[in-house]
Nanobody, 127 residues
Framework: QVVLVESGGGSVQTGDSLRLSCTVSGGTFSSYAMGWFRQAPGKEREFVAAIGKSGGTTRYLDLVKGRFTISRDNAKNTAYLQMNSLKPEDTAVYYC????????????????????WGQGTQVTVSS
């Protein structure tokens, strides 16, 4: 059974930084492209960032480009989302997801390719 566990969320002020972590167990981490999504109250879940299996491909939501960085450490079975210059509109529950793909450079921006999901971690940014 593949299990994803997010950590690192919290309550911060505008302009602060947070680093989210997503640790995967029960599977082969290097087989997964990883994605981060978020869902604010009353809104649909939206794509934030994704990274290919080797880390060579990354994709971002335009709203977070230049502020957020996705990375992975295959030796630690962990993906990260470094979030800088946080804004109140970044407030949401953040979910990590794993896509078991055969393609090294796939990094999908929709929810449907991702087979495995974490439970989410709350990020709250106050002004």
């Amino acid at each position: 059974q593949v299990v994803l566990v997010e950590s690192g969320g919290g309550s911060v002020q505008t302009g602060d930084s947070l680093r989210l972590s997503c640790t995967v167990s029960g599977g082969t981490f290097s087989s997964y492209a990883m994605g981060w999504f978020r869902q604010a109250p009353g809104k649909e879940r939206e794509f934030v960032a994704a990274i290919g299996k080797s880390g060579g491909t990354t994709r971002y939501l335009d709203l977070v480009k230049g502020r957020f960085t996705i990375s992975r450490d295959n030796a630690k079975n962990t993906a990260y989302l470094q979030m800088n210059s946080l804004k109140p509109e970044d407030t949401a529950v953040y979910y990590c997801a794993a896509d078991e793909t055969q393609f090294m450079n796939y990094a999908q921006v929709t929810t449907s390719p991702y087979e495995y999901w974490g439970q989410g971690t709350q990020v709250t940014v106050s002004s």
